[in-house]
């Protein structure tokens, strides 16, 4: 039986994928990956792997999660590198940490090969620092894909808008207007800056700045749509001084 790595991509940009993440996609037998890995890291591949798509986006799933589980192990029992390459990093957000059990419970050696998250590095290309000793020394990341008017929600937005100087919301553009409301019901102010980052640390990456009381309607009118990374706090301000140095 060969090895599956849960290799973690990165945000997009080529020249921020792990030397380690590289080195095997150039020597996989099999590569099973997201929607959301870029072109140039999907270049990387060996070209004589066997490819597979395993992405999910809202409303379109190539594969369920268990079909995925399940191709693993199977890959695993007739190849020696098996790559599950992940958007991101495997275990932000990523699923990761269910694809691992899932293999180690079918006996299938696995190993996790961290990957830089995007709610680190698009708000890094974009000029905002999630840290600044005059604005905020604290940083929570929380998803915004729960579905609105869930019974128990997971995520206490309350709690988060008491908490947190800066909130790093993954998956929340289409839920944004429950997140808006939540947020403010728990007295984080209207005037609040908000930045929306989009196909962060891409060649196409793409910015909308604005307040939490008026980002919705901001939103629906520049017709900003998903994937991308929200950033709420004082830092977002830092935008306007450092987002002239994008990295090139």
């Known amino acids: 039986m060969g ?9 997009g ?8 993440g590289k080195g095997l996609l150039e020597c996989a037998d099999v590569v099973i990956y ?25 409303g379109r799933h190539s594969l369920i999660q268990s079909e995925t589980n399940q191709l693993m192990v199977e890959k695993a029992q007739t190849h020696a590198i098996v790559v599950r390459l992940k958007g991101g990093d495997p275990f932000i957000f990523g699923r990761g940490g269910e694809e691992m059990e899932a293999l180690i419970t079918a006996g299938v ?23 600044h000793r005059s604005h905020s020394s604290s ?7 729960e579905a609105v008017g869930k019974y128990n929600p997971v995520v206490d937005w309350q709690a988060i808008a008491r908490g947190s100087q800066t909130i790093v919301i993954y998956m929340g553009i289409h839920n944004l207007p429950h997140i808006v409301e939540q947020l403010s019901s ?44 929200i950033v709420i706090g004082a830092v977002v301000n830092m935008q306007s001084i450092l987002g002239g140095c994008r990295p090139g």
Do not use: C
């Open 3 to 11: 090895k599956v790595y849960l290799v973690g991509a990165g945000p």
């Open 13 to 20: 940009d080529p020249g921020l994928m792990t030397l380690k």
């Open 34 to 58: 997201d929607a959301l890995v870029s072109p140039p890291i999907l270049a990387m591949i060996n070209p004589q792997a066997e490819k597979i798509d395993a992405g999910k986006r809202r």
């Open 109 to 131: 050696s696995v190993e996790v090969v961290p990957g830089i998250t995007s709610g680190v590095a698009a708000p890094a290309y974009a000029g905002i620092p999630l840290t």
């Open 139 to 145: 940083v929570t990341f929380v998803t915004g894909h």
């Open 186 to 229: 728990a007295g984080l102010s209207l005037d609040t800056p908000i930045a929306l980052i989009r196909w962060g640390t891409q060649s196409q990456q793409e910015e909308l700045i604005g307040q939490l009381g008026t980002i919705i309607q901001e939103v629906q009118d520049k017709g900003f749509e998903a994937p991308a990374i």
